[in-house]
């Protein structure tokens, strides 16, 4: 099962599809829940709410890795029709997991009076309850590295109609109790209380799909000593990560919160939050390919590889109007969204962070083939490499221009990591079989084609000037107010944008797909079935 018809561009475009479906659907109750919230919690108990929702994501500090590595591992199993190893490997995984999991409950609980204390400007009034805020939060490593884990098992059988069917109502949550919190007046321990407990039934009905999805699991549980090791070693880069990705991404949040004020930590994150909600789109993409690469084991598979190509190009094309369209309408939006005081402060952030987020949404596809092909090392040093540097930017910005500095933070930070991570998978694929622990097999990438470029047959300058006349047409769209004119102004920018993106962007092929789509549109054949 590990030739290329096991993931035809359908396929995955499918599970891209259920991934999109499964995170985006909870966006909706998100969008009508926030104002509620932030109206019935105020400003300083929904920035300490944020910084929650923020170390329940961060809890994946204590992963080691170990999830990804279930995926792929288990992933090359079942390709292998190995049962065995299937089992060995997801239960040692999930006990891991587990152990793991009561080591960072201990060590969040010890960390508590510092954060509490010493790190965050909590108003006095606030401060027990913060307390216990984060005390319930330690309690929930268990239950967060199990169901991460256990959610691994499903991605590697690649049935994400199961995982979705369990994501979309527990993400639910993450808006639905905060808001019931907002009217019953409930304090946030009782609010972070029930979003941990959902999580653990979460855990509870994953770990029961994954047993019927895949029999070998029916077995006593027991960690392996052979694939310990195996797991440990590709999930420690992978953990490197796991752990400096949320630190770059939400260390201005902290910084934010030390040297300005709690407010203004809500003012930065709720335009932060609605910006990152296009990242699920990419999100769904990526999430779909890991096990595809994965279950492939050291190889390339070329219809995979041609599924990620497609899906960079369409991806900037399918939402650089949208990003521009937010900009001339970030003051609306943010007004009719969060009331015109909540505006005030923060339209000149989300203008910024929507340009920051152009190069940012295509991150995650390129580190997808560097740890699907068995390289998640390359991703870990390229996020060791920002830490330090993106921590002076970051406090260097905030301090000099405030929350407008923070966002241009982020927006600086995006274009180089991204560009980095492009070439570094690029040079993966051209390389082909190249690292004694693992690599690209050679001479997979198509019969007689030799290496060949990521993303872009025709080379990066492609992207790069799509990247560009969308940078200026956003950057153009957040200098002017949302008049007539301006939304003329920025009607006119998606117009250069779309002839920009027909033109360079898009391959001979892309526009051939699109107009036979458009020409001959068949109900019986999807758009992906027709690209693959």
Do not use: C
Not at 75 to 82: F, I, S, T, V
Not at 325 to 342: D, M, Q, S
Not at 468 to 485: D, K, M, N, S
């Amino acid at each position: 099962m590990t030739d290329v018809a096991r993931h035809p561009a359908g396929a995955l475009a499918r599970n891209a599809a259920l991934n999109l479906v499964g995170q985006g659907a909870p966006l909706v109750i998100a969008v009508v829940a926030m104002p509620f919230v932030v109206g019935g919690l105020g400003m300083d108990r929904f920035g300490l709410l944020t910084l929650a929702w923020v170390v329940l994501g961060y809890l994946n500090l204590f992963d080691l890795g170990l999830g990804k590595a279930a995926t792929k591992f288990v992933a090359e199993a079942l390709a292998a029709r190995d049962d065995a190893a299937v089992a060995r490997v997801a239960w040692t995984a999930l006990l891991i997991q587990a152990i793991v999991g009561i080591v960072g409950t201990a060590a969040l609980l010890a960390l508590t009076p510092f954060l509490v204390g010493r790190m965050l400007n909590v108003p006095p009034e606030l401060a027990q309850e913060a307390t216990a805020t984060f005390r319930i939060l330690a309690l929930s490593a268990p239950v967060t590295l199990l169901f991460n884990a256990s959610r691994g098992l499903l991605e590697a059988a690649e049935r994400f109609d199961l995982v979705n069917a369990v994501r979309a109502p527990l993400n639910s949550t993450t808006y639905l109790v905060p808001l019931a919190g907002a009217f019953g007046g409930w304090r946030l321990p009782a609010i972070v209380g029930l979003l941990v407990a959902a999580r653990a039934a979460g855990f509870a009905v994953q770990l029961w799909l994954a047993m019927r999805v895949l029999p070998p699991l029916r077995t006593r549980p027991r960690i392996d000593r052979a694939e310990a090791p195996r797991l440990l070693g590709f999930g420690g880069w992978v953990t490197v990560a796991g752990v400096l990705g949320p630190l770059l991404l939400y260390l201005d949040r902290f910084l934010i919160g030390a040297l300005l004020t709690m407010a203004a930590v809500g003012y930065y994150a709720a335009p932060f939050e609605a910006m990152t909600r296009l990242w699920i789109v990419p999100g769904a993409i990526a999430a779909a390919l890991f096990p595809a690469f994965s279950a492939a084991g050291r190889r390339v598979d070329p219809r995979v590889l041609a599924f990620h190509d497609t899906a960079v190009r369409f991806l900037l094309v399918g939402i650089g109007p949208a990003l521009v369209a937010a900009a001339v309408l970030a003051r609306p939006i943010l007004e009719l969204w969060l009331g015109a005081a909540f505006a005030d402060q923060a339209a000149a952030v989300f203008g910024i962070l929507l340009i920051g987020s152009i190069p940012g949404l295509l991150a995650p596809l390129p580190g997808t083939i560097l740890q699907g092909l068995g390289r998640p090392d390359l991703l870990a040093r390229v996020y060791l490499a920002e830490v330090p540097a993106n921590a002076l930017l970051v406090w260097g910005l905030v301090s000099a221009f405030g929350l407008p500095g923070a966002a241009a933070s982020y927006a600086i930070r995006t274009v180089g990591e991204t560009l980095v991570l492009f070439a570094l998978a690029a040079r993966v694929v051209r390389e082909g079989e190249g690292w004694a622990e693992g690599g690209v097999a050679r001479g997979t990438a198509g019969a007689g084609q030799g290496p060949r470029r990521l993303g872009l047959p025709a080379g990066a300058g492609r992207i790069a000037v799509a990247l560009a006349a969308l940078g200026a047409a956003l950057w153009a769209a957040t200098r002017v107010p949302a008049t007539a004119a301006g939304i003329t102004l920025g009607g006119v920018a998606i117009a250069v944008f779309a002839v920009v993106a027909w033109t360079k962007l898009l391959t001979e092929e892309d526009r051939a797909l699109v107009l036979r789509r458009v020409r001959h549109a068949d109900a019986r054949t999807t758009f992906a079935e027709e690209a693959g």
